[in-house]
């Protein structure tokens, strides 16, 4: 049996369990949690952009701080200098997936501490939908996803200068692209649902990456990615995203109605700012895929913000299924998942 469908068979277990027992769901759903990333911070060559990140590591390490080729070496330049300094202190790789790991882990506690959200239900969902995509592959894209949320709760609770600092810290440290995190700020109502999902329609048709480049010049961001299968529409399928978060959007729509400008507001106009995302820049996968990923990593939040306030079995069952649908997706697209983890040691 695959670990990871080990784990995701514990944290459901976990999650039912804390439907009545809210505390021993929440101890076992932690255990799941750090069980979890600890293998993401061991994992070995088997694993998604792992042989990338240690050839990126070596061209950090190598490079001189203040030389030209340094700031030619992908990555956000506040990734770089951070790796640079940890490096400098411990040679190791395995320090810098530990970390990361680390901090992921730190960003779901403290999102969840703070904003009441209860681990079992964005655990579950977290697990199924964000963890084997990114925190197993992307690591810096896990964290910057995490830092969108947590803005956007910040945003949501009038903590406007934690917001902007999270936001700044994503963009700067993990991914340029999450500075979209500020969207959030902009208080929004129902009149612009529409509006926005045809702008979203429109952009579909009109933006592709020949465009960007012509526009923008190919250089800088858009050069490490000229030419490469992951930015070919004809290898992209938008459809899986497309339906997550509709199914989303139009389950939790009547709840929204009863929160004003709340983080339940705030957590459902990011499903819908994924769904747009996903639609405009369907031509472009790597814009697609990260905007629409930022946004989506919202799932799990909202999710358990309204269990643990409703608890009726129609929330509840909702939540089993679409984290079962998303984990078993994942699990058999994906091919490192299936077979027995292995690690570096």
């Known amino acids: 049996m695959s670990v990871f469908l080990l784990i995701w068979v514990i944290s ?29 911070a061991f994992r070995s060559d088997i694993y998604p952009d792992y042989k990338e990140y240690l050839s990126i590591f070596e061209n950090i390490r190598e490079t001189n701080l203040l030389s030209k080729d340094f700031l030619g070496i992908h990555g956000e330049i506040g990734f770089k200098f951070l790796v640079k300094l940890i490096n400098a202190i411990f040679p190791f790789d395995v320090l810098i997936f530990v970390l990361f790991s680390a901090s992921s882990l730190w960003l779901i506690y403290s999102m969840c501490k703070k904003y009441n959200f209860h681990i079992s239900g964005v655990w579950l969902v977290y697990y199924s939908s964000s963890f084997l995509l990114k925190d197993l ?38 991914q340029y692209l999450s500075a979209v995190a500020l969207i959030t700020r902009v208080k929004i109502n129902s009149i612009y649902i529409l509006p926005l999902i045809c702008a979203g329609v429109v952009l579909g048709f009109t933006i592709d990456f020949d465009l960007l480049v012509a526009f923008f010049g190919l250089h800088g961001y ?57 639609i405009a820049c369907a031509n472009v996968p790597i814009l697609s895929q990260r905007l629409g990923g930022y946004f989506l990593a919202a799932d799990a939040f909202i999710f358990s913000a309204l269990v643990y306030k409703n608890k009726n079995f129609v929330t509840i069952g909702v939540l089993i299924f679409y984290s079962s649908l998303v984990f078993f997706y994942n699990l058999t697209s994906r091919a490192h998942l299936v077979y027995e983890y292995k690690w570096m040691f």
Not at 153 to 174: M, P, Q, R, V, W
Not at 241 to 256: D, G, H, K, N, T
């Open 222 to 278: 858009f050069l490490q990615f000229y030419e490469l299968d992951y930015v070919n529409p004809e290898a992209y399928n938008v459809y899986p995203a497309l339906v997550r978060s509709m199914i989303l959007i139009i389950f939790f729509w009547p709840y929204i109605r009863f929160d004003g400008q709340g983080k339940i507001t705030k957590l459902w106009f990011m499903l819908l700012y994924s769904f747009v995302s996903y």
């Open 12 to 40: 459901l277990l976990s999650f039912i369990v804390s439907i009545k027992f809210k505390n021993i769901g929440l101890y076992l759903s932690w255990i799941a949690a750090s069980v979890s990333f600890f293998l993401a």
């Open 137 to 174: 592959a992307q690591i810096r894209n896990a964290l910057a996803s995490l830092l969108v949320v947590y803005s956007a709760l910040e945003f949501s609770s009038g903590n406007y200068k934690k917001g902007y600092i999270y936001t700044f810290i994503a963009s700067a440290f993990f």
